[in-house]
């Protein structure tokens, strides 16, 4: 079984360029945050749960649903290319 190393740690370095996937809770959690491409591919394949650059984890699902980009991850990102 391939598994990446999961960190649990919010030292992760983001060397891809992340993408925008909504949440699919159901709560009031409702943003669209950013993932790396790598991880949100494996995460559809898989069913396993994704990390955002915020550190928001759940299991992404194709929706298209649209929903108001997560600030967090929008500074996050913003960082990143600098
Ligand atoms: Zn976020």
Redesign the pocket.
């Known amino acids: 079984m391939m598994r990446k190393h999961m960190s649990t740690s919010d030292g992760t370095t983001i060397t891809e360029d992340p993408r925008l996937t909504p949440t699919d809770d159901g709560d009031h959690e409702r943003?669209?945050?950013?993932v790396p491409k790598a991880k949100l591919t494996a995460a559809l394949v898989n069913g396993t749960p994704v990390v955002?650059?915020?550190?928001?984890v759940w299991v992404p699902s194709r929706d298209p649903e649209r929903y108001p980009v997560?600030?967090?991850?929008v500074d996050?990102k913003a960082n990143l290319h600098r």
Do not use: D, M, S
């Open positions: 943003f669209a945050h950013y955002a650059l915020c550190g928001k997560c600030p967090e991850c996050i």
